[in-house]
């Protein structure tokens, strides 16, 4: 507990370590995405990095990430755009863009812990991607997490993104 910043108690009265706490202790409840797509959140733990073996994942949605992809860009019908990325992660989970895109809808339909976590997934297929740490920045923020959002994004501009 006595590595960086954590333990500093903020203005609010929060500490980053309680911050931490709530994070490391969410469990999806009524009204959040992955408790109406469970298979989602198993797939986002459980996909890791270190593994030999990743399983064959179809390429072909059927055209579902395309048609989300547009509705999202056009602003319609918030409820398919989530349906239908539900489905196209479902068949091909290591798909970065479709994570931040999964992340970006729920952000704005006020499901920001549900958001982090499809940001995260995101990252941990492309740790590069400015629009996933922007969007994990914001969602961090919108779930009240002011100290870890406000940490994370003096980190990437100290790193340059």
Not at 38 to 48: D, E, Q, S
Not at 130 to 147: E, N, Q, Y
Request: hydrophobic share 40%.
């Amino acid at each position: 507990k006595g590595c960086g910043n954590y333990g500093t108690v903020l203005p609010g009265g929060e500490s980053g370590w309680a911050e931490l706490e709530k994070i490391r202790r969410w469990r999806p409840g009524d009204g959040s995405f992955f408790a109406e797509y469970p298979n989602l959140l198993w797939t986002a733990y459980a996909k890791r990095t270190d593994s030999l073996f990743l399983p064959a994942w179809s390429e072909d949605d059927g055209g579902r990430f395309d048609e989300a992809r547009k509705l999202y860009h056009q602003g319609k019908d918030v409820q398919k755009i989530i349906r239908l990325l539900a489905e196209s992660i479902s068949m091909n989970p290591i798909h970065a863009a479709k994570w931040e895109y999964l992340g970006g809808i729920l952000k704005v339909s006020n499901k920001p812990f549900d958001a982090v976590i499809a940001y995260i997934q995101a990252l941990k297929i492309n740790s590069k991607s400015p629009w996933a740490w922007k969007g994990l920045v914001d969602s961090l923020d919108k779930a009240g997490f002011k100290a870890n959002a406000a940490g994370l994004g003096w980190y990437l501009k100290i790193k340059g993104n």
